[in-house]
C-alpha cells in the first residue's frame, strides 16, 4: 500500500531555533499533502495544506510566516517551524492522498517536536 | 458545533463484546467518511471508508452510514484487547480547490481481558 514517510520522528530544539520536518511519498506522487497538529489527548487540527509547485493553504488562525511550508517536488513537503517556542510542542503529522488509491489519506509517522 | 462530533469516552468493552463508536457531522454535504485508529503517540492508520449509506464490513469492523440523521458508526466485533485505542471519525469536506478531512476528537476504546 501507499507510503508516507516522515522524518525526524523526534525532535528536540531549544527556543528560539527552526527545524524542518520532511514528509515523503514513497511510492506514488502527491500533488497535494496536509500537515496536521495533534496536541496531548486532543483531536488533529488541520494546519495547512501543501500544493505541489504552488503557496501553500493555511487553515484560519495558523502562522504561515512560522510555518513554512515548500512542496518543491510531487514526493516531498517539508514544514519549518521558524523560531519555535515551547507553546509550538506538539505532534506534527503529514499526509498525502495516492491519487490511484482513491480518497483516503495516508498518514506519516508523526514527529513529536519538544521545545525546551 | 463541531463539525465532527465524537463521545471522547472511554468506552470500555470486555474482551470478546462488541464495541460501538458513534460519530456525528454538521455539514450535509459531506460525502466521504473514514474510521481511523490511533494508538497513543503514534499517527492514524485507516480502518474503514465508507461512502453510501447503509453498512460496508471488513473483517471484524462494520461501518454504518446514515446521511438523513448525519451520523457514521464503527461497529467492532469479537473486541480484542489490541483494539484498545483512540478512533477517529473523519469527514471529507469538498470545497475549493482542495478536499478537506475534518477529524472528530475521537473515542477511547479500552478492551479489557
Known amino acids: 500500500g501507499a507510503v508516507v514517510s516522515q522524518h525526524p520522528s523526534r525532535v528536540i530544539c531549544k527556543s528560539g531555533t527552526s527545524v524542518k520536518i520532511e514528509c515523503r511519498s514513497l511510492?506514488?506522487?502527491?500533488?497535494?499533502m496536509f500537515w496536521y497538529r495533534q496536541f496531548p489527548k486532543q483531536s488533529l487540527m488541520l494546519m495547512a495544506t501543501s500544493n505541489e509547485g504552488s503557496k501553500a493553504t493555511y487553515e484560519q488562525g495558523v502562522e504561515k510566516d512560522k510555518f513554512l511550508i515548500n512542496h518543491a517536488s510531487l514526493t516531498l513537503s517539508t514544514l519549518t517551524v521558524t523560531s519555535a517556542h515551547p507553546e509550538d510542542s506538539s505532534f506534527y503529522i503529514c499526509?498525502?492522498?495516492?491519487?490511484?488509491?482513491?480518497?483516503?489519506?495516508?498518514f506519516g509517522n508523526g514527529t513529536r517536536l519538544t521545545v525546551t | 458545533q463541531k463539525e465532527v462530533e465524537q463521545n471522547s469516552g472511554p468506552l470500555s468493552v470486555p474482551e470478546g463484546a462488541i464495541a460501538s463508536l458513534n460519530c456525528t457531522y454538521s455539514?450535509?454535504?459531506?460525502?466521504?467518511f473514514f474510521w481511523y485508529r490511533q494508538y497513543s503517540g503514534k499517527s492514524p492508520e485507516l480502518i474503514m471508508s465508507i461512502y453510501s449509506n447503509g453498512d460496508k464490513e471488513d473483517g471484524r469492523f462494520t461501518a454504518q452510514l446514515n446521511k438523513a440523521s448525519q451520523y457514521v458508526s464503527l461497529l467492532i466485533r469479537d473486541s480484542q484487547p489490541s483494539d484498545s485505542a483512540t478512533y477517529l471519525c473523519?469527514?471529507?469536506?469538498?470545497?475549493?480547490?482542495?478536499?478537506?478531512?475534518?477529524f472528530g476528537t475521537g473515542t477511547l476504546l479500552a478492551v479489557q481481558p
Open positions: 455539514d450535509r454535504v459531506s460525502q466521504s
Open positions: 499526509s498525502a492522498r495516492d491519487p490511484q488509491g482513491g480518497s483516503p489519506l495516508h
Open positions: 511510492d506514488f506522487q502527491a500533488t497535494t
Open positions: 473523519a469527514v471529507r469536506h469538498y470545497g475549493g480547490a482542495t478536499n478537506k478531512l475534518i
